[in-house]
């Protein structure tokens, strides 16, 4: 699924706020990561994140 620049910035600030609330990370990561919005945007770009997007 194609998602639009709203929705992806969506996805990724509400995975970031859940990562920076303790959530485990689903992909391996380098240790010089740290910021949660990082960490979030390569979960997105490994297509790993559980959030779906409903339209209507």
Request: charged residues 30%; aromatic residues 8%.
């Amino acid at each position: 699924m194609k998602y639009t620049r709203f929705e992806k910035a969506r996805i990724i600030g509400s995975r970031a706020l859940q990562i920076s609330y303790g959530a485990p990370v689903l992909v391996d990561y380098s240790e010089k990561l740290i910021d949660p919005i990082d960490i979030a945007m390569l979960e997105y770009d490994k297509d790993m994140i559980p959030i779906t997007v409903v339209r209507n």
